[in-house]
């Protein structure tokens, strides 16, 4: 199929195959039990045939991480930087591929998938130093003669669900802490990435044989719900990080638990920014249109709800509303250099944006811009969208409610306490944001009084954090923090230790026995 404004699915094949062959994957895979296929959201199209894993497959992957960890667990943490020091450097080597991959398979503009591959590039970086600095404490002992510590020992095998949306960013903040903490992997992508998984996964198999490392340091495993299963109820998997919708999460959460394993969850969004009357507007214009439009609306992290002073949300909203004209002709193929906003990616996606265009109109709302299907004459299983921006009444249900599409709702406030009650007063906890030139009112908003939020901002919009930082959210976001502070204890284990160098053995607590 040839479509005019966009790229023909022959054309992009022929890309991804490229990319994959310099990424090191020459065939896509033995065959390990089912079909699957690889697409593209940029026509809609199928690319080709990619084996997928069966849950006896993906069992076996997990057998195989969990003979490699013992003698991962034994290598020097320095030495297991060195690994993904090397991974580092190849993802450097590659980032072009890489992107192009993420391009692809996500609809990503090429400047955000570039973009996403430097996010890996960047872990692999804080990753390495860290290798050397799995601190832990010593503590004063109460008793004479002797020393009371923490050591920080690896876990096992970390399984590592990841989402479409980023799919290879966040395998990065699981994959390198994990390794340097001494665990082994296995990897389950979207279903609708795994080619992105195939070229990451080789790169660190070739870094794995130039280090040194064993090869089942890491397994990937492709396939839908069924594959990530296997590793939600196999009870070699240690620590389960799992990122994807609430829904997921609450399915996966209580039979992680159930078999005493750990969970790391990063969850649903429903992030809002603040803005006061005294906020610099073309701040807010630039932050607030890159968070809500910017990978057409499908971050965890992208801006939702814009909670703007009485005073000054006409004038916001006709602001906001002029720069989204400009997004306007700025719609259609990632790969092209002008174009903004890439596509959904998929039917599903679409649809939920409908739907909730719909329901606020019910509710009271008014589209201001936006909500428009286009391209479909050119490619009609691709599922390009003008980002929209909604007038509310009021916070109701389906502003509440998660649409992984661009839907920026526009709410009202009076007050800083009024503004904080409609912010958290959603049932996700993820990542917030207030525009405001007046320092008590930034300082109220970071305050525990303030956003319940796991990311608070100030003066910046809420998606495209730092990996430095810990990443994650409250409430239905799920409560796990991943990437850079002290997220690599998620990866470990803490023992507490007491050493007696002296020649007495005094109980703690005073106590007296023989
Ligand atoms: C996600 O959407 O799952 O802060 C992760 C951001 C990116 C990561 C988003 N660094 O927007």
Known sequence: MHTSGLPDTEHLAERAREALARCGVDRLREPVGAAGTARTPVTGGILFPVEFDTAASAERAVAAAHAAFPAWRDTPAPVRGALVRRLGELLREHKGDLAELVTIEAGKIRSEALGEVQEMIDVCEFAVGLSRQLYGRT???????????????????????????????????????????????????????????????ALLMRAARETGAPDDVHRVVLGDRSVGEALVDDARVALLSATGSTAMGRAVAPRV?????????????NNAAVVAPSADLDLVVRGSVFAAAGTAGQRCTSLRRLIVHEDVVDEVAE?????????????????????????????????????????????????????????????????????????????????????????????????????????????????????????????????????????????????????GGAFGGEKDTGGGRESGSDSWKAYMRRATNTVNFGGELPLAQGVRFL
């Not at 510590?149 to 390198?176: D, K, Q, R, Y």
């Not at 078999?259 to 969850?267: H, S």
């Not at 509710?363 to 490619?379: P, T």
Request: include cysteine.
């Open 139 to 201: 503590m004063p002992s109460e008793r004479p003669g002797h020393r009371l510590m923490e050591t920080w020992h690896p876990l096992g095998v970390v399984g590592v669900i990841t989402a479409f949306n980023f799919p290879v960013a966040v395998w990065s903040w699981n994959t390198c802490i994990a390794l340097v903490c001494g665990d082994t992997v296995v990897w389950k992508p979207s279903e609708l990435t795994p080619l992105t998984a195939l070229a990451c996964h």
């Open 257 to 269: 638990a159930a078999r005493m394993g750990r969970y790391l969850l990063e969850l649903g969004g």
């Open 319 to 467: 602001k906001v509303v002029a720069a989204y004209r400009q997004l306007e002709d700025r719609i259609g193929d990632p790969f092209a250099e002008e174009t903004l906003v890439g596509p959904l990616i998929g039917e599903r996606g679409y649809t939920a944006m409908r739907e909730a265009l719909d329901r606020a109109e019910a509710d009271g709302g008014r589209v201001l811009v936006g909500g428009a299907r286009r391209l479909e004459q050119d490619a009609k299983d691709a599922y390009y969208v003008e980002p929209a921006v909604v007038r509310m009444p009021g916070q109701t249900e389906v502003v509440r409610r998660e649409t992984f599409a661009p839907i920026l709702y526009v709410l009202a406030y009076r007050t800083l306490e009024e503004a904080v009650e409609l912010h958290n007063g959603v049932p996700q906890g993820l990542s917030s944001a207030i525009f405001t030139r007046d320092q008590q009112e930034a300082e109220r908003f970071l305050s525990s009084a303030g956003s319940d939020c796991g990311i608070v901002n100030v003066n910046i919009g809420t998606s495209g954090a730092e990996i």
